[in-house]
C-alpha cells in the first residue's frame, strides 16, 4: 500500500516561511504539491519529476520551490513570504511518469493546512 505522509503545515503569520515535506512509501517518477480552498478546484502548485525538471502552477508565486531528495522518496516545498491568499490545504502528490494521462494513477496524501494570518 502506497503512503504518502505530510508535515510542516501550520498558522503563521503573513511574511512567514512555511516547509512542507512529504516522504512516500516507495519511489515515484513525479513528485509534487497541489492545494485546493473551500468552492474551488484543487490546483498544481509544483512537481519535479526524477530527473529535476520542475513545474509549477500558473498562480503560484515565485516565493515557491519545490525540491526532491530522491534516495529518501521525499519531496519538499519551501514558501517564503506568505500571504494570507496561500491560505489552503496542501496535498502531496506522486505518479508515474506514463505516455498518456489516461493512463496515470495519482498517489494523494491526506492534506496539510496552512493557514496564514494578516
Known amino acids: 500500500q502506497v503512503q504518502l505522509v505530510e508535515s510542516g503545515g501550520g498558522l503563521v503569520q503573513a511574511g512567514g516561511s512555511l516547509r512542507l515535506s512529504c516522504v512516500a512509501s516507495r519511489s515515484f517518477d513525479v513528485m509534487g504539491w497541489y492545494r485546493q480552498v473551500p468552492g474551488k478546484q484543487r490546483e498544481l502548485v509544483a512537481a519535479?519529476?526524477?530527473?529535476?525538471?520542475?513545474e509549477y502552477g500558473h498562480s503560484v508565486p515565485a516565493r515557491f520551490s519545490i525540491s526532491r531528495d530522491g534516495a529518501k522518496n521525499t519531496v519538499h516545498l519551501q514558501m517564503n513570504n506568505l500571504e494570507p491568499e496561500d491560505t489552503a490545504v496542501y496535498y502531496c502528490n506522486a505518479h508515474r511518469r506514463t505516455l498518456s494521462p489516461k493512463y496515470r494513477t495519482d498517489y494523494w496524501g491526506q492534506g496539510t493546512q496552512v493557514t496564514v494570518s494578516s
Open positions: 519535479m519529476d526524477d530527473s529535476g525538471n520542475t
